[in-house]
């Protein structure tokens, strides 16, 4: 099994070398040919640029032909089309016309052409590349008379790729020692625009470094190769037609200030070219072509085409990125990534192109395709060589699972089913012993004998607080720090709680937030690599001591409140039966009625405080000062009885929030009513509202006795009495500040008390504000 591992781990290492040297050498050959082509086509094509508005071409068009005749014109005419564009100021002119030849029927107009090129100053003219038998090649610049006047010479030879498409251009060529500028160049120069080619682009065929000028080899020697950016397909350019020119109908500022090129654009007339942007089916003409490098030169847009240490290193370094995918991801992770990889190299490309470089992506794309087929099968390979020993391995040693039966397909197909029948039964247990887990109500932990949690379920992540994956992994110590027992024992003396086997009986905790728990920790067998491990269980007490809180509530409202009452009218009734002289019968009724109304107050605050705490009620819009006035209102006879003065404090405003007006407007009565009972009589009671943050605070103050710290411990306790009622007041049955703590809890607020023995009490009902309602509350 190692043995296989091992070689197919081997043959990979292999085919990866081998990919990274074909991408290598791919690139340092600068690409695959017609297929990089294409993709430069496709990217010249997507980056089209705007024209410059300074660069404008005078067109000897089929219109001109037209108009003023066959070509070629007399250069008298070509004369009075110089001088008619000079006349606007334009910066530059650049004339592509073969001027090589004197005009042997007019000679005439050869003067008058050079006098028109002395006038205007700055004018371009064209030198050819030409094979001559005797002298191989050679410059052929246009008869000196026309060559004397210019501003200057330039070439206009452009590169042809082996596909017939001219993609770039060399902007130094010549021989014989000297160099001529490329026509465009010039212009630029003439124009005023040296700053732009002082230096020009392009890569030099010497180490990096300018070409000296060219030997006298009879060879045409080129130099700075530079790709062009072309703007966009025949046309793109500002042209104006040679006929409206020279018929006057051309705008009169159509040249000032602007670098113009003059040369033919009509079919047959001239160099004519295919271009990536073009196409082999619409040509462009060399002017335009011109025209397009000198927009590229002004604007620093000049592409390079990658060295081959770029190139290799481009395709070289795509391709290793694509190694760690296949070598780790799933196949269609890996397919997946492969197409994502193939994209992004495209795009790289893109983008350095946009930059200026062009870098070939066909070498890595090429590999790419290629490996990506050769890595799945050689993956294949060993997949199925491993299935079949691992199905080997799990029948040779005492099978627990059965032996899979035959299956149909091919060999892999088999295989996978096998495997499958076998791994079935233990998903199935895994899913199982999960599932139990999950579904346990209590916070249950499995833990390795060095302390880090293996497991835990849902319960146990939303106590501790921790996300699962977090969970996993974690101390179990640092998890149960906060946990303390409850009864003496092992853990009482020192053992880490962690460490404790508690049995199936468990250990009574209580954590730092007040929470008891019954803690379990029970041994179960090991895992294979990881010895023993233990499962701790914390069970909620909470549940349960609320239960028995309830119980103990309800047995002594039955047993000592209920029946207290119950048992005086009992007596009552047995006194009467026994001497019906004793009691006079109306005294006798009027116990038994107020014995009878107390069992029945009992009652009612007994059931108000039970469903205050579970049954959910309605909430609207609502004016707190309304509460305090309502509760004045209910209390005043009990006020007035006592010659208790109540006085309020309210908002101009009103002071808004959200609730139940009636058990709102109940828990403040209660309030104000035990106010009421403990003041002196004659004294003050206040009831104020108060802005606190986020909301409001009702408050109700009076100059009673005091609280103490015992009595305000017990304070909201159900059927806590503190005792000492004022003056003759009946005792209260202890579930009034009950109900009303927990209907200000559950408006989302809080109970405040402030007392001191002596001097008086003051609770505060602080409950959340809300803006005020766009009705007013009316």
Known sequence: MMAARLSGGLDRLLLAAAALLLAAGLGWQNGLGRADAVLYDAAVNALRHRPSPDIVIVAIDDRSLAQLGRWPWNRERDADLIERIAAQGPRAIGLDLLLSEPDATDPQGD??????????????????????????????????????????????????????????????????????????????????????????????????????????????????????????????????????????????????????LVGPTAIGLGDVYPTPVSGQSIPMSGVEISASIADDLLAGRMRMRALPWQSAAFALAMVALLLPGLWLASPRRALALTAALMVATAAVGFLALHAGLWLPPGAPLAVMLLLYPLWVWRRLE???????????????????????????????????????????????????????????????????DDGAVLLGNRAAARYFGLPPAELRGAALGRLLRGLRPLQAGAAAVGTPLERLDTGALGLECRDDRGGEFLYKRIASPGLPGRGRVWIVCLVDLHALRQAERKRDEALRFLSHDMRAPQTSIQTLLDLYEADSDSLPQHELLARIRAHAGRTLELAEAFVQAARVESMP?????????????????????????????????????????????????????????????????????????????????????????????????????????????????????????????????????????DSRPGEGTEFRLCLPGSAQPEDGGA
């Open 382 to 448: 060993a997949a199925v060589a491993y299935l079949g020993a691992e199905l080997d391995r799990l029948h040779r040693h005492d099978p627990v699972l059965p032996r899979a039966a035959p299956a149909a397909g091919d060999l892999v197909d088999r295989r996978i089913e096998a495997l499958r029948q076998a791994a079935d039964q233990l998903r199935a247990l895994h899913l199982f012993i999960a599932s139990t887990l999950e579904s346990l109500p209590d916070a249950t932990l499995v833990a390795g």
């Open 111 to 260: 003067r008058a052409l050079a006098a028109a090129l002395r006038r205007s100053g700055a004018v371009v003219l064209p030198v050819f590349m030409a094979s001559l038998s005797s002298r191989g090649y050679d410059a052929v610049p246009p008869i000196p008379p026309l060559a004397e006047a210019a501003g200057a010479l330039g070439h206009v030879s452009v590169e042809m790729d082996p596909d017939g498409i001219v993609r770039s251009v060399f902007l130094r060529e010549g021989a014989r020692g000297r160099w001529y500028d490329h026509f465009a160049v010039a212009l630029l120069r003439a124009a005023g625009h040296g700053d732009a080619v002082r230096t020009l682009p392009g890569r030099h065929e010497h180490g990096g470094a300018p070409a000296a000028p060219p030997a006298d080899d009879g060879f045409w020697h080129r130099d700075n190769w530079a790709h062009i950016a072309f703007a966009g397909p025949p046309g793109t350019y500002r042209t104006v037609s040679a006929a409206d020119v020279l018929s006057g109908k051309a705008a009169a500022d159509a040249f000032r200030d602007k670098i113009v």
């Open 617 to 753: 009620f309605g909430t609207e819009p609502l004016d707190y000062s309304d509460i305090v006035l309502d509760a004045v209102d209910a209390c005043w006879e009990q006020a007035e009885a006592r010659r208790i003065r109540l006085r309020t404090a309210l908002p101009p405003n009103g002071a808004w929030g959200e609730g139940n007006r009636t058990l709102l407007a109940r828990a403040l009565i209660n309030v104000v009513s035990n106010a009421i009972k403990y003041s002196p009589p004659g004294s003050p009671v206040d009831c104020d509202v108060r802005p606190v943050q986020g909301g409001w605070c009702l408050a109700v103050r009076d100059r009673g006795r005091g609280i103490d710290e015992a009595g305000r411990a017990r304070l909201f306790e159900p059927f806590a009495r503190l005792g000492g009622e004022g003056d003759g007041e009946p005792p209260g049955i202890g579930l009034g500040l009950t109900f009303t703590k927990t209907v200000v809890e559950r408006h989302g607020g809080r109970v405040e008390v």
